[in-house]
């Protein structure tokens, strides 16, 4: 059986068994082998750590701090990196264009900063599709994280993302954990913590602990909303902890979906609009400015409605990102 198939399997146990406290034991014992095979997945066969090196990925580190771009192929990294350094990242209608890491300099307020476009990554990355093992060992080592996210299903590709990089160790906008592990030869496992547990308990803590072979240690926890994974992470010791952006954001964009009268909302061809423009007359003529006229009324479904049934709106209603829309005409 591959590492993948003992994650698989150990995963789908985990979601069959129900959390309480007869079974937190054993969960907390999945978990921590769920942790240590993903870092013999990352590690690979030679225990590299990463996949790191080969063409164009050792790269020399210029510049008082460095930024990665990350995203799935074709998202544009290319081309904003050459439009904000001025280096040539090869930009083409097609995936997958860039296939080394391309490194360029912008300078912030006279500070040089080193931009790193890499590779766009895919699904299943850290288990070893494409190039994701190099491509995310380079981010790893990256003072901020900038995804750069498809403007058609920024928040589905944002999870998939944060997902692989999750996998590799790195952890996108967190603080590391307050957890302290202090190992030593007897005496048994000592749990402290100054604040209420509310995310973990004892039982699972000796769980991971045992999966580890740690039988003797003093655990100190100061933050009330730890969680196991938080502990695997303090244990496990190669977590990065990695301030990220994202392109998405930056831009004020807003998804507004168009639901036909009796049919099902479109989630496929979303009407994009930018935040400070995003009333239903800017939806309407974004579609024809003949539709603005016509109307006699919206109703709108999503963050902007009052109502979860949907609210019968104006043309000066403004929407919210990912709000579903009907026009009713005169």
Same mark, same amino acid.
């Given at each position: 059986?591959?590492?993948?198939?003992?994650?698989?399997?150990?995963?789908?146990?985990?979601?069959?068994?129900?959390?309480?406290?007869?079974?937190?034991?054993?969960?907390?014992?999945?978990?921590?082998?769920?942790?240590?095979?993903?870092?013999?997945? %990352?590690?690979?066969?030679?225990?590299? /750590?990463? *996949?790191? =090196?080969?063409?164009?990925?050792? &790269? +020399? $580190? #210029?510049?008082?701090?460095?930024?990665?771009?990350?995203?799935?192929?074709?998202?544009?990294?290319?081309?904003?990196?050459?439009?904000?350094?001025?280096?040539?990242?090869?930009?083409?209608?097609?995936?997958?264009?860039?296939?080394?890491?391309?490194?360029?300099?912008?300078?912030?307020?006279?500070?040089?900063?080193?931009?790193?476009?890499?590779?766009? %990554?895919?699904?299943?990355?850290?288990? /070893?599709? *494409?190039? =994701?093992?190099?491509?995310?060992? &380079? +981010? $790893? #080592?990256?003072?901020?994280?900038?995804?750069?996210?498809?403007?058609?299903?920024?928040?589905?590709?944002?999870?998939?993302?944060?997902?692989?990089?999750?996998?590799?160790?790195?952890?996108?906008?967190?603080?590391?954990?307050?957890?302290?592990?202090?190992?030593?030869?007897?005496?048994?496992?000592?749990?402290?913590?100054?604040?209420?547990?509310?995310? %973990?308990?004892?039982?699972?803590?000796?769980?991971?602990?045992?999966?580890?072979?740690?039988?003797?240690?003093?655990?100190?926890?100061?933050?009330?909303?730890?969680?196991?994974?938080?502990?695997?992470?303090?244990?496990?010791?190669?977590?990065?902890?990695?301030?990220?952006?994202?392109?998405?954001?930056?831009?004020?964009?807003?998804?507004?979906?168009?639901?036909?009268?009796?049919?099902?909302?479109?989630?496929?061809?979303?009407?994009?609009?930018?935040?400070?423009?995003?009333?239903?007359?800017?939806?309407?003529?974004?579609?024809?400015?003949?539709?603005?006229?016509?109307?006699?009324?919206?109703?709108?479904?999503?963050?902007?409605?009052?109502?979860?049934?949907?609210?019968?709106?104006?043309?000066?209603?403004?929407?919210?990102?990912?709000?579903?829309?009907?026009?009713?005409?005169?």
């Amino acid at each position: 059986m591959t590492t993948l198939q003992k994650i698989k399997e150990i995963e789908d146990e985990m979601a069959r068994t129900q959390k309480n406290k007869a079974t937190s034991y054993h969960l907390g014992l999945l978990k921590a082998k769920v942790a240590k095979l993903r870092r013999e997945l %990352i590690q690979g066969p030679s225990g590299g /750590g990463g *996949g790191g =090196g080969g063409l164009g990925f050792d &790269v +020399a $580190r #210029t510049g008082i701090a460095s930024v990665g771009f990350v995203g799935f192929p074709s998202v544009g990294k290319s081309t904003l990196m050459s439009k904000l350094t001025g280096t040539h990242s090869e930009v083409a209608a097609y995936e997958f264009t860039t296939l080394t890491t391309v490194p360029g300099t912008v300078k912030v307020h006279g500070a040089p900063i080193q931009i790193l476009d890499l590779p766009g %990554i895919v699904e299943g990355a850290v288990d /070893g599709r *494409g190039r =994701g093992r190099q491509v995310i060992a &380079v +981010a $790893r #080592t990256c003072n901020l994280i900038f995804i750069v996210l498809d403007v058609l299903k920024p928040l589905g590709d944002k999870k998939v993302i944060e997902a692989e990089l999750e996998g590799f160790g790195i952890r996108l906008n967190k603080k590391p954990p307050a957890i302290v592990v202090r190992k030593k030869d007897k005496g048994g496992v000592n749990i402290t913590h100054t604040v209420p547990l509310t995310k %973990i308990d004892p039982e699972e803590i000796k769980a991971v602990l045992s999966e580890y072979k740690i039988s003797s240690c003093d655990i100190a926890i100061r933050q009330a909303d730890v969680t196991l994974d938080d502990l695997v992470d303090v244990i496990e010791g190669n977590r990065v902890y990695v301030p990220a952006i994202y392109m998405w954001e930056k831009l004020d964009l807003v998804r507004v979906y168009t639901k036909p009268r009796g049919l099902a909302p479109d989630y496929n061809a979303p009407v994009v609009l930018r935040k400070g423009r995003s009333s239903v007359e800017d939806f309407c003529m974004s579609i024809h400015k003949e539709i603005a006229k016509q109307m006699k009324y919206a109703i709108v479904w999503g963050s902007s409605a009052k109502h979860s049934r949907g609210q019968k709106v104006g043309l000066d209603h403004i929407l919210e990102d990912e709000d579903v829309v009907t026009i009713v005409k005169k």
